[in-house]
């Protein structure tokens, strides 16, 4: 069977750096997407203000004297780093055809790697939390998945180099993929799939799954769970049933082990899958992605690197 390909446009380089090419244009944008409908304090909410400049554009409330720049309160917060560089590692993080690591963001952007590991994982989290506020409705395929393995020991579930994750993707009327949800669990236990569809599903969703014990604890959310026994082997991943969430793991791993050569998936999991999640969900208008996260950026609260090297974060 033959799949039509399908081309996004996307943002290009030119395009990009005639929007975003100076810092000017930089904290323009910045300034638009934190107060969309005008400035305003921070202190005592105030609209009248003046600005300043100590290094970086300031303004300076009128009532009650408050001064501060437009990366306060944001993901941008203290950073010495200009703009133009920050709104570069947007661009490649959400314009390239897979992913883009720390190591490659470090050339790219010319900085070291530790600024360009905070960068990415600011920019992660930042998707991260995006993405936890999405339910799957409708028809919902969920599998049972994992990170890692590949050291020797123990094999199959519950292997202490696993990071267990369920992926999940809803399909529309006409039976095409429409979003996802790639979520690490403590394990594949009935009260570990209890409190994920509790988080991931909407009440009205229906789930298709195999026949693995756990996944009857979605209809503690879900209004139906349809469930396929499918055995073992190439027949079980060729099940029309399952198509999608296996497309979906195959181009994951795809898209993995062509970006990265290792991470701690262990610890870092839920980004690294927000991430992918993060740009599938919007894969139909990739240009809208920079302005989208740069909006998601500014209305996020820092990140200190001590916060952000915490795992548990956004749990």
Avoid at 60 to 70: A, N
Wanted: hydrophobic share 40%; proline share 3%.
């Amino acid at each position: 069977m033959l799949y039509k390909i399908q081309f996004q446009a996307g943002l290009s380089l030119h395009e990009f750096l005639h929007q975003y090419g100076t810092e000017a244009q930089c904290e323009a944008a910045l300034f638009a997407a934190r107060w969309p409908h005008g400035w305003r304090c921070l202190r005592c909410d105030g609209e009248r203000y003046s600005c300043t400049h100590n290094g970086r554009k300031l303004w300076e409330c009128l009532d009650c004297g408050y001064q501060c720049s437009s990366i306060v309160g944001t993901v941008f917060e203290n950073t010495k780093l200009p703009l133009r560089t920050w709104f570069l590692a947007i661009y490649l993080m959400t314009q390239s055809k897979n992913a883009v690591s720390a190591l490659e963001l470090k050339r790219q952007l010319g900085v070291s790697y530790k600024t360009a590991w905070s960068i990415k994982h600011k920019l992660l989290q930042t998707m991260l939390l995006r993405e936890e506020q999405r339910r799957l409705d409708g028809r919902v395929e969920v599998d049972d998945a994992y990170l890692g393995g590949e050291r020797p020991g123990k094999r199959g579930r519950g292997a202490a180099s696993k990071t267990p994750f369920v992926a999940a993707i809803q399909t529309n009327s006409e039976g095409k993929p429409l979003y996802i949800r790639l979520t690490p669990v403590a394990g594949f236990t009935y009260e570990a799939l209890k409190q994920w569809s509790a988080e991931c599903l909407s009440s009205t969703a229906r789930v298709v799954s195999d026949g693995l014990g756990c996944f009857g604890a979605v209809t503690h959310t879900a209004a139906q769970h349809e469930r396929h026994i499918v055995g073992s082997g190439k027949s079980a991943v060729q099940r029309a049933e399952f198509r999608w969430v296996n497309t979906l793991l195959g181009n994951l791993k795809t898209a993995f082990s062509g970006t990265y050569h290792a991470f701690n998936h262990a610890k870092y999991a839920q980004r690294y899958l927000a991430e992918f999640s993060y740009r599938f969900n919007r894969r139909f208008d990739l240009a809208a992605m920079v302005p989208r996260l740069l909006r998601a950026a500014a209305t996020t609260e820092p990140l200190p690197i001590g916060i952000l090297r915490i795992s548990e974060i956004g749990n």
